[in-house]
């Protein structure tokens, strides 16, 4: 779990690096904004790309 958890966090960690010191105690506040960001267009890409298919269907 923790390992999930850790691969989760890299890309809102590396995100926030950007824009705040990793010494800076607001560092990891922000880093759990994007990664609630993050989460959220995550869900929202995995409800509504489904029902965009690109791909035609089978046709008989």
Known sequence: MPLIVNLLLLIPSLIAGWFVSK???????????IALVFLALSIVAAMY????????RNRK
Not at 49 to 56: G, K, L, Y
Request: charged content about 20%; cysteine-free.
């Open 23 to 33: 010494e800076d105690p607001r560092y990891w506040v922000i880093a759990l904004v």
């Open 49 to 56: 790309i489904p029902s965009m298919r690109i791909w035609p």
